[in-house]
């Protein structure tokens, strides 16, 4: 061997090259290593059948069943046949087809009482489950040597595939693979394995792939879980480490300021929770290193407020500081509520303003020329203390006079290079304080945010309304619908006012390109907002002022509309997720959300915090075809069955595979994360954090763990250490 480490060899010298070439192309899959982290998504025992009731729509799936019966039919006046089997595992049952010359083997095969592995892609065809031209494997006694072989254990592997490659073939593939495990190189300080009582990483690899019993798949997954958790871990620490290096001009309390003068005119007392969140962040202001915080909370909870002191105390301190928001009309909507929670202390150097003010300004891309000049000015000459702005901000024209604090609503749609543009701006590395809009469970934040630290919100500030939320199954119950609409008519006669929530615009610039599975079923396009609006305009809701608004209209009807539907001009806004985050109409009461089904679980919470803002009670409509017993509606009534925004993210999570977990954060990397459930495992985490915190701060450049290093720097690969940039 020429150096190259056993577990880096590519894929083809060992399996020959249409095989690599497929497993390369369908599943990512180029080297001796990656194929041993191939993990079985499950196993088969030998004798048991898979249950078919629970079989996933248009997916690829292994079964172990058995053959019922077996008949050949005739169509197209005698000319083709068709040989359709009946498979069975006791309970359920699934039909297999074949068609033309390939019915001839299977008929031979596939006898009634027969045991086969079959894999294929699961469809519906006259409203029963089947299989088309699956490939299969017997398992019976006589069913040939090679066959048996394979599957002689009793447990058999099954693994994630794809229709161009069958579990089995996978797992032939693997055993031509496996003699290499025994060269893995094993990331775990010896001490830390041992001190937890784990297998060698060889050993885990082994029991992974090719398990005697039950006990060895356990040992194998909790050693592979610690792996992902820990290497995760150890880069987090190392960028923690790295930032808490980094210098920063600490921004200390200053009596007789703008906070002080903020806080004397609130209308309102902070909550509990405000006021502590609100401590966390002014220690870290406090020294002179770059505060990294994450501030998340329910929906509504206040985290506006949390963000605006930590800026009055930095314009107090003499710094400016940033909010940067991930669209336009969130922009506007914050500026606009911040100038109002600030009143005159908004208006510095204006007629009326305040002596202690500062000035507040907008920076969005599509300004005027002679507003755009002026803001600029007025941040180089530290004239604005707050600016709010979208990624205009991060341009390089944009010249701070001292940026203290940089604040980003909405975390996951920013991406990394423009936190960094933003943190070059000041003198020295500016503090950071990162707010999401829904929130998060423990393990993700310590995940996905993992090189931030994290305060919670979790009270809601009083005089916010309990909101009701209801299903309303068009299919099953059409009635539901008029009645949904004769609620709105009567909240706006009340002189309130209400949303309606639509997946897509409906201009012919949005037509779905690729249709999923369900819109084949369904064979209708999602909703549009400029449909929906004309139907109800003309329709249940005539008479009504009735507004659109989505994200292609120009910026400044975008606001207009915000405006007349805030100052109560408008009383229904038809609008796409545009109004998602961050927009605050009090008066707002009833929000239906048209094909909620369409929607996350997360996206759902987030639009229904909407309504329910002010003193009268709130009400979301969810409005879905879906059927009583599908996963959609049983993620809508979760919804409606909770306001609790934790509850309903970790629901969301296991819904959602979880490689998705750390979401686009790592867009185009396959997640590093194959064993580890990041909702199941928190208790494994947790101790990855401790025990890498440990490792890095007593060693920060890992110099006495080189396979540590080997392991960090196949994980972070350029692609991923810009993901981990993201703190």
Known sequence: MDNVPALDEPLKKTLGGTTAKVLADHLDLHTVGDLLHHYPRRYAERGELTRLSDLPLEEHVTVVAQVADARVLKFNAGRGQRLEVTLTDGSGRLQLVFFGKGIHKPHKDLLPGRRAMFAGKVSVFNRKLQLAHPEYQLLDADSGEDAVDAFAGRLMPIYPACQQMASWKIAKAVDAVLPSAREAVDPLPPALRQGRGLAALPEALLKIHRPGTKA?????????????????????????????????????????????????????????????????????????????????????????????????????????????????????QHHRSIVEMMGELAEAGMLGGADQGTKVVLLTGSMGAAARRQALLDLVTGEAGIVIGTHALIEDKVKFHDLGLVVVDEQHRFGVEQRDALRTKGKQPPHLLVMTATPIPRTVAMTVFGDLETSVLDQLPAGRSPIASHVVPVQDKPHFLARAWERVREEAAAGHQAYVVCPRIGDDEDEPKKKSAEDQAEKRPPLAVLDIAEQLAAGPLSGLRVAVLHGRLQPDAKDQVMRRFAAGEVDVLVATTVIEVGVNVPNATVMVIMDADRFGVSQLHQLRGRVGRGSAPGLCLLVSEMPQASPARARLDAVAGTLDGFELSRIDLEQRREGDVLGQAQSGVRSSLRMLAVIDDEEVIAAAREEATAIVSADPDLTAHPELRTALDALVDAERESYLDKG
């Open 216 to 332: 060895d798949i356990a040992d194998a997954r909790d050693r592979l879980k610690w792996d992902e958790a820990f290497v995760l871990q150890v880069a987090l620490a190392r960028r923690r480490f790295a930032d808490a290096q980094l210098p920063a001009v600490p921004r200390r309390h200053a009596p007789g300021g703008l906070l002080g003068a903020f806080d004397a005119k609130l209308p309102f007392e902070l909550t509990e929770g405000q006021r502590k969140v609100s401590q966390e962040v002014f220690d870290d202001l406090a020294t002179d290193h770059p505060m990294h915080r994450l501030l998340q909370g329910e929906v509504g909870s206040g985290k506006t407020m949390v963000a605006l002191r930590a800026m009055l105390r930095v314009v107090d301190a003499g710094g400016q500081t940033a909010m940067l928001a991930p669209t336009e009309v969130l922009a506007q």
